[in-house]
């Protein structure tokens, strides 16, 4: 989820700013399918390398814990080494995890790569709106600018979809080693066309130990989510990794208490901020957590292939590319608390039709009308949520606003698949995936429920004064 602008009319913005704002542009679809790229390919990925449920959730959630880990301390990285140096350097790893990626034998190399992919990720995603933001023209050029460089970010989801699903088909490898390819040509023309600009020297520390006590954090906490329930949190191996998990988040709790300018110190306007990043998160995890079930049910239960199964979750995400554009419109038009409340509303009817359905015996009748709602959800409060997150902050502040939110959005693809992973293989007694698929009552359950807080927590914004409307256009 990032934020979303509108698009306008203006001057053609020239060879060398069009030709900059297709690498960034094309970039940030990369980082965005590299999450629904994977949800088609887990069941190949867990059959291929022998893996029981709950670790069939590693490559999605590794990914996002890097994204997630990084995010809060990337604009450190840029003060210190400039946006050019840092955003090619993620470039370039980038394309190199993706080729180690595919070439995985083994599950701890393969989140391995995902983890360093989504640190990548952190670092180019927001540091292209950045360099957008410094060296394209204020005005519609920047508009429009970021309205393209975000509905390539929206539209990312369903193009990870349909591609992985066609790649998927022929070897989840060679889903995981598409982008390396991709990022080495956009490498060589950001090479040519992103502009040098000057480091910040002798600013904030960097918080290298910070950012790794958060992404160890994130780590333990999924592996104890998913051990305790095969081996118990009465079994040695299950308290453990309970303890380790505490242990880490105590460490990074302490590590920023010490601090002077910890994570959670909001800025004005912060009540909104939390408001919108908890019903992102819940909207995001819910949404990841329910499409993993499906992704598992149709392929290992109902005997869909890869391409077919994508063809059958795009329903969820292809209405937001077709009505991003909109968003803008629609924001001065009701603005966004208003959205937010109506559109975090859907997606708790949508888990709750899986819910009642249990196992998708039908799709037009079981699984269609579900996505459906999501993607309705999705529509409306997708870009009021990103809107609000920023709503009321002062401009210097803005950029820690933006990282804190997205940040949350991260925790929500982290925390919730993960939980869910942990419920299937539960319900099936440490079985299979396919047989853990087949037992979904308990992890749907909880989608529901993640969906219906954020709704909660999207209400009582309506009892508050409402967020600063979306200026017009110019």
């Known amino acids: 989820m990032t934020t979303t602008g509108t698009a306008t009319a203006g001057p053609a913005l020239g060879p060398r700013l069009g030709g900059l704002l297709t690498v960034l542009a094309c970039n940030m679809l990369v980082d965005a399918l590299e999450v629904s790229a994977l949800l088609v390919a887990v069941p190949a990925i867990a059959r291929d390398l022998r893996l029981d449920a709950g670790a069939a959730q590693w490559p999605l959630t590794g990914f996002a814990v890097g994204f997630g880990g990084l995010l809060l301390f990337a604009q450190r990285l840029v003060d210190r080494f400039g946006r050019r140096r840092v955003y090619l350097v993620g470039l370039a790893a980038f394309a190199v995890a993706s080729l180690a990626a595919a070439a995985a034998d083994t599950l701890w190399l393969l989140v391995l790569t995902r983890l360093v992919k989504g640190l990548c990720a952190a670092l180019t995603a927001p540091t292209g709106l950045a360099i957008i933001a410094a060296d394209f023209p204020e005005g519609r050029a920047r508009e429009r600018a970021v309205s393209v460089y975000t509905l390539f970010g929206a539209a990312g989801f369903s193009a990870g979809l349909l591609l992985s699903g066609v790649l998927t088909g022929i070897g989840w490898r060679l889903t995981l080693a598409s982008p390396a390819p991709v990022v080495a040509v956009l490498l060589v023309a950001a090479l040519r066309l992103v502009p040098k600009d000057r480091p910040r020297h002798g600013g904030r520390p960097l918080g290298v130990a910070r950012a ?200 929500g693809a982290v925390l919730v698949p993960a939980a869910v992973a942990a419920l299937l293989e539960h319900a099936a007694h440490g079985g299979s995936p396919g047989a853990a698929a087949g037992r979904p009552r308990a992890a749907l359950a909880l989608v529901t429920l993640v969906a219906a807080a954020g709704w909660a927590t999207a209400l009582t914004g309506l009892r508050r004064a409402p967020a600063p409307a979306v200026p017009h256009e110019r």
């Open 212 to 411: 790794l006590t958060f992404t160890v954090a994130l780590l333990a906490i999924v592996h104890a989510l998913t051990s305790v329930p095969r081996t118990g949190l009465a079994g040695p191996a299950g308290f453990l990794s309970a303890a380790a998990a505490a242990a880490a988040v105590t460490a990074w709790f302490l590590t920023e208490r010490s601090r002077p300018d910890p994570v959670w110190s909001l800025p004005p306007g912060g009540a909104a901020l939390v408001r919108g990043a908890l019903s992102a998160a819940a909207l995001n995890g819910s949404h990841l957590g329910l499409l993993l079930i499906l992704s598992l049910q149709l392929q290992l239960l109902r005997g869909w292939s890869a391409p077919l199964t994508a063809l059958a979750l795009l329903p969820a995400a292809l209405p937001l590319v077709l009505t991003a554009l909109a968003s803008g419109r629609m924001l001065r038009r009701w603005g966004a608390t208003p959205l937010i409340a109506l559109g975090t509303l859907p997606p708790c009817l949508g888990c709750a039709w899986y819910l009642a359905a249990g196992t998708p015996d039908d799709y037009a009748r079981d699984v269609l009308p579900g996505l459906l709602l999501i993607a309705t959800g999705f529509v409306l409060s997708f870009a009021a949520l990103n809107s609000q997150a920023v709503a009321g902050v002062p401009p210097e502040r803005r950029g820690a606003a933006a990282g804190f939110y997205q940040t949350a959005v991260q925790l």
